[in-house]
C-alpha cells in the first residue's frame, strides 16, 4: 500500500497524496476520527514457537527426523483482529493499547482541532494530527505556519509511543519535522515494564505548545530576514550534511533547484528560511513522485532520516542568526 497506508481517516477535506482514507469536511472527536480510521483495535503478546528437528533416536525417544515446536522465549506482538504479527518483542515488552493514544487526542480536546488519524503498515504504527487553536501565524505574507501535535504509538517492537509538535507550511505542504529542543518539542516513552504509567505522565506534560510556538515562529521570522549567498547556501548545505571539502554530493543539485525554485519560494527568495525549506523539501516532501517513492519517503520523513535532517537544518539555520 502507498505510504504503507494501512486505513485513516483525514479532515478539513483534505486528501493525503496517496488519495486513500476517508475524507471528510471539517474536524471529528477523537473518538469518532479514531473509529471511522478503524485505529481502536487491540494487541496482545504471544510467545512465539520454533521447530526442533530430531536427528538422534536417542533425543527424547523421537525417530530421526521427527519436527517438534518449544517456546522461543521471544514473543510476537499480534493485532487481535487481523491476526497480522506487527513485531517481534522480549519477555519486558509493555504492551499500549491504541485507547491511550486516544486518552491524548481527548485530553487536549479542548486545545486542539482533529486533523487527521492514519494506520501504517496493518497497525504496526498509529498516529493522529491535530491543530492546536489559535497557533497560527504568516512567517512572511502568504506562508502561513501552523502548531501542530502528532500522537504517534508503534506496535512494530521498534517505535516507543509519545507526542511531537511540528510546524506545517501549508503554501508548499512540506512538515517541518526540525523543532527548537528536544525537551521541548518531543517527548516520548518505550515499551518497557511501567510504560502505561508513564504514558499518563506524558499525556499530562504535553501542554507547553502555545508558548513554545511563539518563541519559534519569531526565529523563523528571523531566517525570512536573514539574505544568504550562493556561496554561503554550499556552506549551509555542508553543514547540515556534514559534507567535507572534496566530497562529493549527489543532493546539492536537488537541493539547490529546491532553494532557487521550490514550493514557496516566490514568498521570500533568496533568505535562510528558503534554505530551510529547500532542504526539507528535498527530504520530506511526497509531491510529483511515484507511489513507491512517496511510500519510501514518506516513512523517511516522519520517521527516519529525512526528520533528522529536517531539524538538523533549523539547528544550523538558528546558530547562524543567533551567533
Known sequence: MPANFTSGWLGNGERAWHGLGVVTEGTLPAREA????????????????????????RDDGYLPGRITYEPSGTFGVVRTDTQALLGVVSKQYEIVQNDSLLRMAEFIREEVDMDCVIVLSDGAKVCFTATLRGAETDIVPGDTVKRRIVGYLGHDGKTGCGAMFTNIRV?????????????????????????????DTLINSIDVARQDFVTECDLMRE???????N?????????????????????????????????????????????????????????????????????????????????????????????
Open 171 to 199: 503554501v508548499c505542504q512540506n512538515t517541518l519535522t526540525a523543532a527548537m529542543g528536544e525537551a521541548k518539542a518531543r517527548s516520548s516513552i518505550t515499551h518497557k515494564n511501567g510504560a502505561n504509567n508513564n504514558f
Open 231 to 323: 556561496s554561503q547556501f554550499n556552506d549551509f548545505v555542508d553543514e547540515v550534511y556534514n559534507i567535507n571539502e572534496g566530497d562529493v554530493f549527489r543532493k546539492r543539485d536537488k537541493i539547490t533547484a529546491a532553494m532557487n525554485r521550490g514550493y514557496g519560494v516566490e514568498f521570500n527568495p533568496g533568505t535562510l528560511w528558503t534554505a530551510v525549506n529547500a532542504v526539507t523539501q528535498v527530504e520530506t516532501s511526497t509531491r510529483n513522485t511515484t507511489r513507491a517513492k512517496g511510500a519510501s519517503q514518506f516513512a523517511r520523513g516522519t520517521f527516519g532520516m529525512g526528520a533528522q535532517i529536517s531539524k538538523r537544518a533549523f539547528s544550523v539555520a538558528r546558530d547562524l542568526v543567533t551567533a
Open 223 to 229: 531566517f525570512s530576514r536573514f539574505s544568504i549567498t
Open 34 to 57: 479514531f473509529e471511522t480510521a478503524d485505529a481502536l483495535f487491540t494487541v496482545e503478546k504471544r510467545e512465539l514457537m520454533v521447530p526442533r528437528q530430531y536427528t538422534d533416536e
